[in-house]
């Protein structure tokens, strides 16, 4: 058993944008109903006249202020002490009106449960373990990396690059999907969940672009849970059978002490991405100043926290250094970072669009979610025994 603390809000999208429409608040609450339930509590003699039909479908997907106009007769007409609520959670943002005309990101949940699902924890300690690799071994592999990302070509970056440049050419895909199907992650369940307002902050303030409002699993919760991670010993001994010296080198690091190093090691590189010179004056220029703050006293925490406590950073909203081995090459191999940017590290891959960003201020933007009283940047979680 583990206990799972998170840091600052956790977002694990369903992918679905909830209508505003669905939701009804009332004082730092909110309730999300079902819109069937909802249209079938109208009275037939508002919700058939011929006016409000047609508004519904002239408006329903038109302006904010059309929508709006349009979702408040609606629910002006419904009595929500009637109605059963799928869940209710909290609601601390500055203009709750807003949501009935806005579209609310949903949090993965079962039933009115919010989660983080396995399969999040998984890849997040895929990568920390894929990053802490190829760092422990850097100065093996950087002389071959100019090779590897030439004839990468079209292909992208697989699961098996350490292997191949490591010399192994062949099944090295095959071999890291074999060996990520040793470790076993479990789902950890919350019990609070909130609704919080945000955006995507631009170069400058005039850049920002707004997002959804978003069902967040709460701050500085604490729940217990299963381990971060269980590892299959008996496949991983059959593999250690046939392993060649390569797979051998990988198979010898697969293991519960070094997989929590990677963890807390990769989130304490990826922090100080956050910590440059140029990250301080971004915070400041769009007042957020205090993100830095809190960027600078996370990273001491860590530091100073038991070998036995482990620290990731998960969900959406991360910025793309926390899905990657990117930082690392960027800060080791600079030039080839960038005369690669494109093909291999740009978070928009080889669009043409791609073509147009700077590498030295990638990634350019951060997503920051806050209520009446704090903001913050997505994802931290922090796990002991």
């Known amino acids: 058993m583990a206990i799972y603390k998170t ?16 939701y009804h608040w009332s004082g730092n609450r909110i309730s999300r109903y079902l819109a069937d339930n909802i249209l079938k509590s109208i009275p037939p003699r508002q919700l058939l006249n011929t006016r409000m039909l047609e508004d519904l479908a002239r408006y329903a997907g038109k302006t904010p202020e059309k929508k709006e106009a349009v979702y408040r007769q609606l629910q002006s007409f ?9 869940y209710t959670c909290a609601l601390n943002v500055e203009y709750p009106d807003e949501i009935i005309y806005k579209n609310v990101s949903e949090q993965i ?15 997040a300690v895929e990568n920390a373990f894929r990053y802490q690799l190829l760092k422990d071994h850097y100065d093996r592999i950087e002389p071959e990396l100019p090779q590897f990302l ?55 303030e005039r ?46 690091s697969f293991n519960d002490s070094y997989l929590k190093k990677a963890c807390t090691s990769y989130t304490l590189d990826m922090l100080q991405s956050d910590l440059t010179p140029d990250m301080k004056r971004y915070f400041e220029d769009q007042g957020f100043e205090y993100l830095y703050a809190f960027c600078q006293d996370l990273k001491r925490k860590i530091e100073t926290s038991p070998e036995d406590t482990v620290y990731l950073r998960v969900g959406k909203y991360t910025n793309y250094f926390y899905k990657t081995v990117s930082w690392l090459v960027k800060t080791r191999s600079f030039r080839l970072y ?16 791609g073509a147009s960003l700077d590498p030295r201020k990638m990634p350019s933007t951060r997503t920051v979610l806050w209520n009446y009283d704090n ?8 796990i002991r025994p």
Request: negative net charge; aromatic residues 10%.
């Open 78 to 86: 419904t009595d929500f002490g009637k109605l059963h609520p799928i």
């Open 7 to 22: 840091i600052t809000p956790v977002h694990i999208g369903t992918g679905n944008e909830i209508p505003g429409f669905e």
């Open 375 to 382: 903001a913050w940047l997505l994802g931290f979680l922090e």
């Open 150 to 204: 030439q004839e990468l070509g079209n292909r992208s970056v697989k699961e098996g690059f350490i292997l191949t440049l490591l010399g192994e050419r062949k099944g090295s895909d095959e071999f890291f999907r074999n060996l990520f199907g040793c470790l076993i992650c479990q789902d950890v369940p919350f019990r609070n969940m909130e609704v919080l307002q945000g955006c995507r902050l631009g170069k400058t």
């Open 109 to 123: 949940k079962t039933l009115d449960t919010a989660y983080i699902p396995g399969s999040t924890l998984k890849g």
């Open 338 to 353: 960038s005369e690669y940017f494109q093909q291999a590290f740009s978070p928009l891959g080889r669009s043409k669009k």
């Open 207 to 252: 850049n920002d672009i707004p997002i959804p409002y978003t069902e967040v699993i709460s701050p500085a919760q604490e729940t217990q849970g299963p381990a971060l991670f269980v590892l299959d010993e008996k496949k991983l001994e059959r593999m250690r059978e046939n392993a060649t010296a390569a797979q051998s080198l990988v198979l010898d």
